[in-house]
């Protein structure tokens, strides 16, 4: 069966199937050059991603580094357990940076839609006399306690007779079973 018509030449039908495989090769060309091209980006990428991984995993001392900047969080424990745990570290903290404050007061826990079942206990204290230092001061190294969950509140006020002297009240907070 053919479909070439019959007073072609054998040199026309060469002619007609080389440029037939020609054509077959053009297209052919044309869809493996974008194929290439995905292939090398894809190739580049991979290569990319490993050079960062073996980045991450040699750099032990990076990975300490971040490991020291996330903070600590001890989860949550029955209301008076951490209740004890959460006021004595937090009155360590204002002991450590050198505030007197007042007693702290532990605030009535409430039920927090947002943190599946843990209640929030929240425990406020206030200052007369401190600098501003130390205000700044327990500020950075709250996130160290291990109970910590967040400041509530925060007042800082000037005394107006003496610029050096500020009052502050700060309300902070745990979860709790």
Known sequence: MKILPKNLSDRDIRAISIGAVAMALIILFCMSSSWLENWRYV??????????LKQL???????????????????PQPEETQEFLFRN?????????????????????????K???????????SCEKCRFSQIIDLLVTLIENPYLVAIE??????????R??????????????
């Open 89 to 113: 570290n937090f009155n360590e903290q204002l002991k450590k940076v050198g505030i007197k404050n007042s007693p702290l007061e532990t605030l009535a826990s409430r039920k927090n839609t």
């Open 115 to 125: 943190n599946a079942g843990y209640k929030l206990l929240t425990v406020k204290t």
């Open 164 to 177: 050096e002297e500020f009052r502050f009240d700060i309300e902070v907070s745990t979860f709790v079973k």
């Open 43 to 52: 190739r580049k990428s991979i290569s990319e991603k490993k050079a960062q």
């Open 57 to 75: 995993a040699s750099s032990g001392l990076k990975q300490k580094g971040l490991l020291e900047i996330v903070p600590v969080f001890n989860m």
């Open 153 to 162: 509140e925060l007042n800082i006020k000037c005394n107006p007779n003496n």
